[in-house]
DNA sequence: ATATAATTAAAACATTTGTTTTAATTATAC
DNA sequence: GTATAATTAAAACAAATGTTTTAATTATAT
């Protein structure tokens, strides 16, 4: 009788068991997904598409997942679980100058690869920019462990002096720096054509985000001290004005 | 029988002629589409949506713009023109530090608004992050000038002390602080909930923008001044390696 | 005022897309 | 080896979407 039941209810799974045959196309699908909508994101792509490229048949995709929408979700499952992995590189007993480094080289690494499935940072990185409904369990698994590590490595060098929203400033400054050259891939080989980011200039790239950075934090703790020190002026300090002529 | 001939291409604009009327319509359907071309990309709204927003029958598009990708190039050529009119406020006389910071208050200000079409800045960062083939347009046209721009004013800050690659590293760290604040609206709106870019910040932006990049401008000239001084060594000095035990 | 063109409105079309169904094949258990 | 379930393959479907067509309406010129 369950089977009968099963069998009213075609657009799911039958049962969890699964053949190692089986376990190897829904392997083939969650990667030709992931190319394609790290590259096209969810509404271009169509399910033709994606098992044309997986080598599989049309029905595969309704088969193994219930419809387009769970297709996506599984994919993006599949990236977080790779970006946890990436996120564990920072080693808190060094000094935080090389921990900040060490944090952007591993965004970096795992937005531009070439990690071993090159599509995981860039589809993350789409979904930030062009949000489905899949995008709050990322930002919950993903993004905020990550942005957590980031904030006490800021901590860390500022002496926590600054204000909360300065500090928050201060790590999307990091991240932007960062994303650009995800999310801009395209407008960035127009401008540049001999593109300056190149799989193997990862680590030229990340020394560079962390020399700007920790400069541009060191300015901003000057900033902070002399306006503690001439506190009247919250502001910056006015220029002496020059009288007309 | 010119008229014949139009009647057989039914598809095109009949006329150069246009009624105020007509006008009328094509303006509230450029102005819906924009707004939701901004939002959702190209692919995901339909013309029926489009059309209904605009208050104007579904036949309006495929009339006045010959079909879908006509109507979205001419969105994006609207832009266009606000982005050129918008990148005029830099004044070559005040020193390059000023014209940083209103350099980048006018992107800023273009991204997030309340410039009166709100949608023109963030069509434009939704184009370059998933490019169509109306990119290459858009990047000679406006990317191109802005970037000369920035360009120039980095050279007067450095004093053109820096090889070319790193002049292009430091636009791109500056632009990206911009950028992320427009293109992961949501991803912000998430990890800080009252969302540090409402409206009335952006000056606030473009301060800690500018301050920070210009710290980051003086760290990278600084290591090069460093590093010219004991040209041996081109990475960064290598640390005492200690002995194993 | 009337004729002609331009524009709008409504309906129809053809195609594409996600999904289902039905049949064929393969693996698994007894 | 046979029966049963799981998987794959192929075809069929239904809904949605971009586009056309045809008719109605409005503006313009003579």
Redesign the interface.
């Known amino acids: 009788m369950a089977a009968a039941i099963a069998a009213l209810l075609p657009a799911r799974r039958r049962r969890p068991r699964s053949s190692p045959n089986a376990d190897e196309t829904r392997r083939r699908v969650v990667e030709a997904a992931g190319e394609v909508f790290a590259e ?2 969810f ?2 792509p169509t399910i033709r598409q994606i098992t044309q490229r997986a080598g599989v048949n049309l029905a595969a995709v309704n088969y193994h997942f219930r419809d387009k929408d769970e297709l996506y979700a599984t994919v993006l499952h599949h990236a977080h679980r790779a970006a946890a992995a990436c996120a564990l590189t920072v080693n808190a007993a060094r000094p935080p100058r090389e921990q900040l480094r060490a944090c952007v080289r591993g965004f970096l690494q795992h937005l531009l690869g070439p990690a071993r499935p090159a599509w995981h940072g860039r589809l993350m990185a ?1 979904e ?4 489905t409904p899949a ?2 369990s990322l ?1 919950e698994e993903s ?2 462990p990550r ?1 957590e590590t980031l904030a006490a490595i800021l901590r860390a060098l500022t002496g926590n002096r600054l204000p909360r ?2 500090h ?3 790590g ?2 990091i ?7 995800s ?2 891939r ?3 080989e ?3 054509p001999p593109a ?1 980011a190149a799989a193997n200039q990862v680590d030229a ?1 990340a ?3 962390a ?10 703790l ?2 902070a001290k002399r306006r503690s020190q001439s506190p009247a002026i919250t502001r ?1 300090a006015p220029r002496r004005k020059l009288p007309a002529a």
């Open positions: 096209h994101g509404h271009a789409r930030m920019a062009q949000p995008l709050d930002v993004m905020r942005c929203a300065q928050n400033r201060i999307l400054s991240v932007g720096q960062c994303l650009i050259y999310q801009n395209a407008l960035i127009r401008l540049f300056p790239l020394d560079h985000i020399q700007f950075s920790l400069g541009g934090i060191a300015a901003l000057n900033q910056r």
